[in-house]
């Protein structure tokens, strides 16, 4: 996949944000943008009129049932995708794991405070414990969530998330298409920011220390 350019940190105003957010959610729909956007990394929003992510009620290995109300507290740095993807979700969780890890380094105890989530968009084949498998080889605290394709559904409308079956010609078997923008939530359940898939590690570490430290 290639590489973006450009601006990685824009800060925009709430109702700049929901129109480009909009703009992108139409072009996912429409297949024209996938894995390739190229327009802006990560922004951060404010205002409560803002509806983009926010509750999930999902399984976690062990039959654990996890919502977005169990990390008082916390951020949470959200990724939708699936086990079986060949190269955009591990390159994005590579990343959420190294900006978090460079986020360590500098400041602890800030890092303690952003959760790292990998939600599943393939509930038939990513079960629970192979979700949580699967996230052990990108980052120690990250959890993987799975649940049933409805409840599956339901969280990627809250974020609007653009996911479909691509089955793959000749073959019993299929991928997943789906947008793939990270997702950055407040302990309050407000989206702060959003990532652009490709985003630098480095400057995904130090939006991060400026999101969770503002919050305090
Ligand atoms: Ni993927």
Redesign the pocket.
């Known amino acids: 996949m290639r590489r973006p350019s450009g601006p990685v940190f824009i800060a925009l105003g709430a109702g700049l944000l929901a129109v480009a957010v909009s703009a992108l959610i139409a072009l996912y729909s429409m297949g024209g943008m996938r ?1 390739d956007p190229q327009t802006f990394a990560s922004i951060a929003p404010t205002g409560p009129q803002f509806q983009v992510g926010g509750s999930f009620d999902l399984v976690r290995a062990g039959g654990e049932r996890v919502t977005e109300g169990d990390f008082p507290g916390q951020h949470l740095l959200i990724f939708f ?2 086990t079986h ?8 969780l590579m990343i959420m794991a190294s900006a978090l890890d460079t986020l360590a380094e500098s400041d602890p105890a800030l890092a303690e405070k952003v959760q790292p989530i990998f939600i599943t968009i393939d509930p038939e084949r990513d079960t629970p414990e192979l979700m949580a498998e699967y996230v052990a080889n990108f980052h120690p605290r990250m959890i993987g969530l799975s649940g049933s394709v409805d409840a599956v559904a339901k969280a990627a409308r809250e974020f609007r998330v653009y996911y479909a079956k691509a089955p793959i010609e000749g073959a019993d078997d299929y ?2 298409d ?1 947008s ?1 923008f990270v997702y950055l939530m407040n302990p309050d359940g407000d989206l702060a920011a959003l990532f652009r898939p490709n985003s630098d590690p480095a400057d995904a570490a130090r939006a991060l220390q400026a999101i969770v430290g503002r919050h305090g």
């Open positions: 894995h995708g699936f993807c060949p190269d955009v979700c591990p390159t994005e991928l997943m789906h793939s």
